[in-house]
């Protein structure tokens, strides 16, 4: 007997964390995983904060600790802490008790809280999500807000508006002071809903309070906004936050917000706190994201790459915009490198950045090399043929390094050390030493 399921068809590949399942899959022993953004060490390794990782010993310790559910709303003590580090210590909404939380399963989870809550509550079903900018680097700060300025002024009213609190994903170009206040006018103008994703904060800076800056400017006019915190990125934590004119009405908020959670999931999970020793983590790593492009940026002025590259250090948090689109990633299957489609980002996952703009460039920030490893890649698109140029791996010496001329279709970020050899004639292929 046939499977009642028979006629189902294969399901694609989700577009982020796809790019880990062809990772995984992919045997070869030199790869690179550009898929969910998440920090990673010089070494390429995954980081776990010194304060998790007493947290977790500490709750293995606790023999007292009963492992019980948790309220339909979480940790209430989590809660308010988290309520505190978006808003600020002395928040009017805080003192004043017009802040709905409830603690969420990760990003997506808090956000899916904030949008069954609208559905189920608010008439407007339009909602704005900002548009990743194009690749002209020069331009894509100044005219990316008078597009969004633009568009905001073209909605109807009560229309949701999705923002990114900072370190936008996936551009690295987030709105200067003056430029959030003129979002936060037009929105409250208009009539809007706030409707934030705050999933680095910290990152950005290495300052927690200057990153809630945006937040904390639309909630110091006394309007209303939903904010949709993580901290899976620096701690593994997160919730929804909502603000609302008045306390009466946060109160029954919070009281739709377990309805719309008990069917989802019911408890949260649960873990304590360390704070001060955390904010002295995660500055080290926004620090060493903020170092990582000083450092390119050096790099590429001081080999006196073509192009201007200020953009590097005027972006800012995990990625950079490249410019590239889905067309362009060329790479031979002897060394892969796996990115999602829709998006060129860079992170610290990476121990440097390479950036394209009419060229190939390098970075000079690297491991020390053990040895070097040939790995051949495609610059053009179709390709004739493929003239390569050679070198003896074994040999140890170090050959002439700079940058062509081309309409480069893809620049692997890595790990390690990427030159490019420029002694010699080629047409569309190239090979380019990893040291390892």
Request: aromatic share 10%; with cysteine.
């Amino acid at each position: 007997m046939d499977s009642v399921f028979a006629a189902i068809v294969q399901a694609p590949e989700d577009p982020i964390l796809g790019v880990t399942v062809a990772y995984n899959k992919d045997q070869s022993p030199v790869k690179l995983n550009l898929g969910v953004g998440a920090y990673r060490t010089e070494e390429g390794k995954p980081l776990v904060l010194n304060v998790v990782r007493k947290a977790e010993q500490l709750l293995v310790n606790d023999q007292s600790r009963v492992k019980e559910y948790l309220p339909i709303l979480g940790l209430a003590e989590f809660n308010k802490l988290s309520a505190k580090l978006i808003l600020g210590d002395d928040s009017p909404a805080i003192q004043e008790n017009r802040v709905a939380t409830a603690q969420c399963l990760s990003g997506t989870g808090s956000l899916r809280v904030g949008a069954e809550f609208l559905a189920k509550h608010y008439n407007e079903r339009t909602i704005y999500i900002p548009q990743p900018s194009w690749g002209n680097h020069l331009k894509v700060f100044t005219m990316g807000v008078v597009c969004l300025l633009e568009d905001l002024g073209a909605a109807p009213a009560g229309a949701i508006v999705l923002l990114h609190a900072c370190a936008h994903n996936p551009t690295g170009v987030d709105p200067t002071v003056e430029q959030w206040e003129q979002i936060r006018k037009l929105i409250r103008s208009k009539g809007l809903l706030p409707f934030f994703d705050s999933a680095y904060q910290g990152f950005a800076s290495g300052s927690l309070d200057a990153d809630a800056q945006p937040v904390r400017m639309f909630v110091a006019d006394g309007g209303e906004c939903f904010i949709a915190q993580s901290y899976a990125k620096t701690w593994d934590f997160m919730g929804s936050v909502l603000v609302c004119k008045a306390a009466e009405v946060a109160s029954r908020v919070e009281s739709q917000l377990k309805l719309v959670i008990r069917p989802m999931y019911s408890n949260p999970t649960t873990s304590c706190d360390m704070y001060n020793e955390w904010k002295v983590e995660l500055k080290a790593m926004a620090d060493r994201i903020i170092s990582m492009r000083k450092q390119l940026f050096d790099a590429l002025t001081a080999k006196g790459t073509p192009g201007d590259w200020s953009h590097i250090t005027k972006q800012i948090g995990m990625f950079t915009f490249t410019g590239l689109n889905s067309d362009q990633p060329l790479v031979t299957s002897d060394a892969p490198m796996f990115t999602p489609h829709t998006v060129s980002s860079v992170s610290p996952e990476l121990n440097f950045i390479c950036i394209v703009d009419g060229g190939l460039v390098w970075q000079v920030l690297a491991p020390k090399p053990s040895r070097i490893l040939p790995m051949p890649y495609m610059l053009q698109s179709p390709v004739p043929h493929r003239k390569q140029l050679q070198t003896i791996a074994s040999s140890g010496s170090e050959p002439d390094f700079g940058y062509f001329d081309f309409n480069v279709m893809y620049l692997p970020p890595f790990d390690f050390m990427l030159k490019a050899i420029v002694n010699g004639i080629l047409e569309v292929g190239i090979n380019c030493w990893w040291y390892q």
